[in-house]
């Protein structure tokens, strides 16, 4: 792990440690990545291990306290990803325009973002000296692209005719106690229909080694020049889908007493069907991939509404930005829950996506550009909410836009990146009666 700044007057600059030496044991066990590090550290009994680092064509060893590295002053390189031999007919990175950020080029198949970030991945690049790790660090739940349980199948929808057979590899992982959170993108006429039922089924045959399962319609963009031909989800076949997710949503409860198999938002949206109630949810283990992130945002909102029960001081006009495919469901719940808070008035804009297309309808992926345009072109609002989502850790946008740079393009209003609307009225009456209060006493 190679030391890329020392924080100056910090332990590690104090005990002698450099930019550029490179971390690899503490207290005599092998360090090689920063899951390495966090799992020595977390079971060291010793409260000041040696960390030796090799510098220059020598080594040197210094002793520091067993914590981590930013506490210790220690900023290390990120480490390198491990990317993705598959070549997936559907493959969305495959699928995008030139000039956005760097990173969305990246195919990482790499179990370690699996366990920390729940990233999914394929299980078609781990060695046996990878499964001994996983076992070994107990690198659990971890996020699984089954897909379809066919291997024939499987592999020429990965691509990859070396790809390895899924079951015994999850079976590997059950032996180990590893459980899984899976998913199926679902590719019409290709994993659909009598397929999926044989996936569905033998992934309940695996018992409780998997945690969840999302079945969720393939992504398609209008940049798809030059790739496979794959069908879209239509609302018939969303229907379909939803009706076989709904069949064997039962047969898991049976077996298992809890929800286990879940269909994404997208698919109730698609087939124009009502979402399931916000108790079918369990405890959302697979929000983050857009199942049950409606139902969420509706609870969440029932619940935050009562801290503006008693309305605000002053009139307020908000506009919340999203795409085309949650606007009616969002406009519904807003209305739902805020329809009665004095002075408030908020309304919901539709964006269609021109960056990937009008067939990509999730507010995640809509771009700045896009945000801004929508907002410039939109009745004039106190406050404009955009998706906290589009935004990545360095709050930036997918076409690499911050909040201020899409505010000023659009030139109209306070554009605020939040998913938490009522804490954003909050925010902006408290703001308005201070500077009133403000006023007044000047």
Known sequence: MLVRRIEPGSEAALAGV???DDLVAVA???????????????WLDEELPPWEFVRGVGRASVVLPARGPEE??????????RTCGNRCTFCFVDQLPR???PSLYVRDEDYRLSFTLGNYLTLTNLSDADYERIARQR?????VSVH?????VRRRMLGNADAPAILPSLERLAADGIRVHTQIVVCPGVNGGAVLEDTLGDLLALGETVFSIAVVPVGLTAHREGLPVVEAVTRERAEALLDSVERWQRRFEEARGEPVVFAADELYLRAERELPPHDRYGEFPQIENGVGLLRSFEADLAT?????EDGIASPLSVAVVTGTAAAVFLSRAIDAALADVRNLDVRVIAVENGLFGPSVTVAGLLPGGDLAAAIAAAAPADLFLIPGEVLNEDGLTLDGMTVDE??????????VATDDLVGAVLDRAGARSSAAGEGEVA
Request: no cysteine; aromatic share 6%; proline share 4%.
């Open 72 to 81: 210790l002053g220690i900023e290390f390189a990120p480490d390198a990803v």
């Open 18 to 20: 450099q930019s550029d």
């Open 148 to 152: 379809v349980t066919d291997d024939a």
């Open 99 to 101: 000039g956005l950020r």
């Open 28 to 42: 005599g066990q092998a360090v090689g990545d920063s899951l390495d590090l966090a799992f020595v550290l977390g």
């Open 304 to 308: 935050r509404a009562a801290d503006l």
């Open 139 to 143: 690198l659990s739940p971890l996020y």
């Open 406 to 415: 899409i505010a000023a393009k659009a030139g109209k209003g306070d554009v």
